[in-house]
Antibody
């Protein structure tokens, strides 16, 4: 079945870096855009970034622009989120999600999330 | 404060109908497709509606949605206690070049 599974979350100190991974299965990964979204404790959903099916375009939320980088490896069916200069306000559950198309049409299938805690 | 505006909460009795509005602008809802997501307590969000009013396979027809101008509405009929969840609207914003969500609406089935 169509599935995306996140990993790589943990506790990290402010200012440090962390890389999240998302493994996709059950569909032609290389033909779909992929997103990261997050949800801070007790808060609503916040979109983080999207990458097109071929990696040719990426878009970011203003809150992470310049600090986070989304990337993908279509040969491994893997999506990544490299997070640098982490702040307390980046603490959240991070979700990987497949787009409805190869671009940034909208979020379809979601993973269960991985938790990132930024704290000293 | 979210670019898309939703009421923080709505409530209705079992078996009744409820609507959840989502208000935006011409740069988002007015010119892009709207999706709706359901997030049950302690779980990941799930796609309920895409392209303004289409249901993915497996979503019951008790869930429906519409769009008019710069606003969208999710409707749920025959409410069940299992429908208690947070509901989010989402769409692309062409001015921000970003995907945006509403602040979410908590549905209580009394």
């Amino acid at each position: 079945q169509v599935q995306v599974v996140e990993s790589g979350g943990g506790v990290v100190q402010p200012g440090r870096s962390l890389r999240l991974s998302c493994e996709a299965s059950g569909f032609a990964f290389r033909t779909y855009g992929m997103h990261w979204a997050r949800q801070a404790p007790g808060k609503g959903l916040e979109w983080v970034a999207v990458i097109w099916f071929d990696g040719s375009n990426q878009y970011y939320a203003d809150s992470v622009k310049g600090r986070f980088t989304i990337s993908r490896d279509n040969s491994k069916n893997m999506l990544y989120l490299q997070m640098t200069s982490l702040r307390a306000e980046d603490t959240a559950v991070y979700f990987c999600a497949r787009d409805l198309t190869g671009y940034h049409y909208g979020l379809g299938v979601w993973g269960q999330g991985t938790t990132v805690t930024v704290s000293s | 404060q979210s670019v898309l505006t939703q009421p923080p909460s709505v409530s209705a009795a079992p078996g009744q109908k409820v609507t959840i509005p989502c208000s935006g602008s011409s740069s988002n809802i007015g010119n892009n497709y709207v999706s709706w997501f359901q997030q049950l307590p302690g779980t990941a969000p799930k796609l309920l509606i895409y392209e303004n009013n289409k249901r993915p396979s497996g979503i019951p027809d008790r869930f429906s949605a519409s769009k008019s101008g710069t606003s969208a509405t999710l409707g749920i009929t025959g409410l069940q206690t299992g429908d208690e969840a947070d509901y989010y609207c989402g769409t692309w914003d062409s001015s921000l070049s970003a995907l945006i969500f509403g602040g979410g609406t908590k549905l209580t089935v009394l």
